[in-house]
């Protein structure tokens, strides 16, 4: 999804290096919402109306395609100069509400990755990209990347270091599984962080179990734990993720048990403006 801001151009450069590393195409989708709707009027006020909103409707159609175009060009041309990884790619055009369109057009895409901007923490709460992207990631359906605007690595190589929020059940590992299938061809460090109000030797011994587990099935990698007090978390990652120098962080996106606190709408928004780190979050 892309709105020809920065924004997208930074989350292109990353999805077209993912797509160039899988062989895969990749879908540039932008969306337009016309600001005109019926209401209640009479009949005579409804067809002015919507003649006008016809006309209205061609403008934005024929800008918005013309921006698209424009965009696809400027890709284009950062492909042949080698500035820009290549990839073949479509693109598609549509109105509606970008958040609803993003999902339904992943659901007959099927996509292995959507990948798409959102802001940094120093941008308004009301910030269109980020409440947008917040959407598509609470819808759960397919893996997305959020990448923030202040994002400065310009290929997936460049990540070192991982972080991946576990509550030691099942449906992690399925969803770690996932998430080293998409990513298998990119070395990087893994941190699993786990959340929680009191921390006891079972936990411990639980984390140093999926470490192991790490080790065994993703050889070669370095792995690692912590643990995170639930007060004040939000700065507690930050924290930690500056410490040791966490590139991305990766969610198993769920809704339940006591690990959905860190995935409700108002928890999972704070997760994605808190902080400057891209999210991946994994469907389980």
């Given at each position: 999804?892309?709105?020809?801001?920065?924004?997208?151009?930074?989350?292109?450069?990353?999805g077209f290096?993912f797509?160039?590393?899988h062989?895969?195409?990749?879908?540039?989708?932008?969306?337009?919402?016309s600001?005109?709707?019926?209401?209640?009027?009479?009949?005579?006020?409804?067809?002015?109306?919507?003649?006008?909103e016809?006309?209205?409707?061609?403008l934005?159609?024929?800008?918005?395609?013309?921006?698209?175009a424009?965009?696809c060009?400027?890709?284009q041309r950062?492909m042949?100069?080698?500035?820009?990884p290549?990839?073949?790619?479509?693109?598609?055009?549509c109105?509606?509400?970008?958040?609803?369109?993003i999902?339904l057009?992943?659901?007959?895409l099927?996509?292995?990755?959507?990948?798409m901007?959102?802001r940094?923490?120093?941008?308004?709460?009301i910030d269109?990209?980020g409440?947008?992207?917040?959407?598509?990631?609470?819808?759960?359906?397919?893996?997305?990347f959020?990448?923030?605007?202040?994002?400065t690595?310009?290929?997936?190589?460049?990540?070192?270091?991982?972080?991946?929020?576990?509550?030691?059940d099942?449906q992690d590992?399925?969803s770690?599984?996932?998430?080293m299938?998409l990513?298998?061809?990119?070395s990087?460090?893994?941190?699993?962080?786990?959340l929680?109000?009191?921390s006891?030797?079972?936990?411990e011994?639980?984390l140093?179990g999926?470490?192991?587990?790490?080790?065994?099935?993703?050889s070669?990698r370095?792995i690692d734990?912590?643990?995170?007090?639930?007060?004040?978390f939000?700065?507690?990652?930050?924290?930690?993720f500056?410490?040791?120098?966490i590139?991305?962080?990766?969610?198993?996106?769920r809704?339940?048990?006591?690990?959905a606190r860190?995935?409700?709408p108002?928890?999972?928004?704070?997760m994605?403006?808190?902080t400057?780190?891209?999210?991946i979050?994994i469907?389980?």
């Amino acid at each position: 999804p892309i709105d020809f801001s920065d924004y997208s151009l930074q989350a292109c450069r990353l999805g077209f290096d993912f797509a160039a590393t899988h062989q895969a195409e990749v879908v540039l989708l932008h969306t337009f919402l016309s600001p005109f709707s019926t209401g209640s009027l009479s009949l005579t006020e409804t067809i002015s109306y919507e003649l006008k909103e016809s006309e209205e409707h061609k403008l934005l159609f024929a800008k918005a395609n013309r921006e698209m175009a424009n965009f696809c060009e400027k890709l284009q041309r950062l492909m042949t100069d080698g500035d820009f990884p290549s990839a073949p790619f479509i693109y598609r055009v549509c109105e509606g509400v970008p958040e609803d369109t993003i999902i339904l057009m992943a659901k007959e895409l099927n996509p292995s990755l959507i990948v798409m901007g959102s802001r940094g923490k120093t941008r308004k709460e009301i910030d269109l990209i980020g409440s947008v992207t917040a959407e598509v990631v609470d819808s759960g359906n397919f893996p997305v990347f959020a990448v923030p605007e202040g994002f400065t690595h310009t290929c997936m190589n460049e990540i070192k270091n991982i972080a991946f929020f576990t509550n030691f059940d099942q449906q992690d590992l399925i969803s770690l599984d996932t998430f080293m299938r998409l990513f298998e061809n990119y070395s990087f460090g893994i941190m699993f962080l786990h959340l929680t109000e009191k921390s006891d030797a079972w936990t411990e011994i639980k984390l140093a179990g999926i470490r192991d587990y790490c080790q065994s099935h993703y050889s070669g990698r370095e792995i690692d734990y912590k643990i995170i007090g639930e007060e004040n978390f939000l700065d507690n990652v930050e924290k930690l993720f500056h410490e040791s120098a966490i590139d991305v962080m990766v969610v198993p996106n769920r809704k339940r048990n006591i690990f959905a606190r860190l995935f409700n709408p108002s928890i999972a928004h704070k997760m994605l403006f808190h902080t400057d780190t891209p999210l991946i979050a994994i469907p389980s």
